[in-house]
């Protein structure tokens, strides 16, 4: 069956964007999300590696990826998978929880694969309200969903613990990397700038991260693309701007982690904005 993925921004929750897609040979690179990753699998079985862990997800279970861990995604049989994800930002989450009188922090989710039906049921009807444009009922389901996944499955967040000694060179480093997307150092410089050895440096980092430092690059270019493309610049400018080769080194690399292309992500933004058609 072809592969079809449709990405676009929710009509009325802010920071929320939404995906409804199947794949059958697409593979995610191992990357992060700035936000929570929370998703419905519809068919078919994805499998993802994620914090050393090869979990799979069939019809009916429900995932739950958490900010800034790294995972991938790929088909976990020969047809592929079909979900449709929501992606709400920490803060967003975190005002809910809030709300519900939990902890300070940002929330937590322990297990990557659950089977919840009702949390299933209500993740459908608010996905599918938002497909509407419904932004009443979508907002009002979306929010109730993010309540019951809050109460029913997540947990304060563990301490991180990066390897003895490499905490503040894996901080200085990551910030190093964010100011230097356009040139980055090598792993060399990286390591005498942050006063670290290169392959110390490189083990604290993966642990820290979950990934190595041109791949935590990658995904930080990927991020600020997003942004950028949400303004409206053009692809080929947003490339220059955070550091690819060109046009086509974006598209690479922004549809192995979003899924879907540069352009598609910018028309549905576009349409959002302009109250346009969102149908692909």
């Known amino acids: 069956m072809k592969e079809q993925a449709r990405f676009w921004r929710h009509p009325a929750v802010p920071e929320t964007d939404l995906l409804k897609a199947r794949y059958v040979t697409h593979r995610f690179s191992r990357h992060a999300h700035d936000g929570y990753a929370i998703g419905l699998i519809v068919e078919g079985v994805e499998e993802f590696h994620y914090s050393g862990t090869l979990h799979r997800a069939g019809a009916g279970e429900v995932v739950l990826v958490n900010p800034d861990t790294a995972h991938t995604g790929q088909a976990g049989v020969p047809g592929g998978w079909s979900y449709r994800m929501l992606y709400p930002s920490i803060d967003l989450l975190a005002g809910v929880a809030a709300e519900l009188g939990g902890p300070y922090g940002t929330p937590h989710f322990p297990s990557q694969v659950v089977r919840d039906d009702h949390v299933a049921a209500l993740l459908a009807r608010a996905h599918r309200a938002a497909e509407r444009g419904d932004a009443l009922a979508a907002s009002t389901l979306s929010r109730t969903l993010f309540a019951r996944l809050l109460t029913r499955h997540a947990a304060p967040r563990p301490p991180s613990a990066p390897p003895a000694g490499g905490r503040k060179a894996v901080r200085e480093a990551i910030d190093l990397l964010h100011d230097s997307l356009v ?19 490189l083990r604290a980092f993966k642990e820290a991260t979950g990934l ?33 080769t060109d046009q086509a080194h974006l598209n690479r690399h922004f549809k192995r982690v979003m899924g879907v292309p540069p ?17 692909t």
Request: hydrophobic fraction near 40%; glycine fraction near 8%.
């Open 183 to 201: 040139d980055p150092p090598s792993l060399d410089e990286l390591a005498v700038a942050v006063g670290a050895r290169p392959f110390a440096l």
């Open 212 to 244: 190595p430092p041109h791949a935590y690059l990658t995904s930080l270019r990927v991020r600020r693309a997003r942004h950028l493309l949400l303004t409206g610049m053009p692809a080929a400018r947003v490339a220059t701007e955070v550091g690819f």
């Open 263 to 279: 352009a598609a992500y910018q028309r549905a933004a576009g349409t959002y904005k302009t109250g346009g058609s969102r149908s």
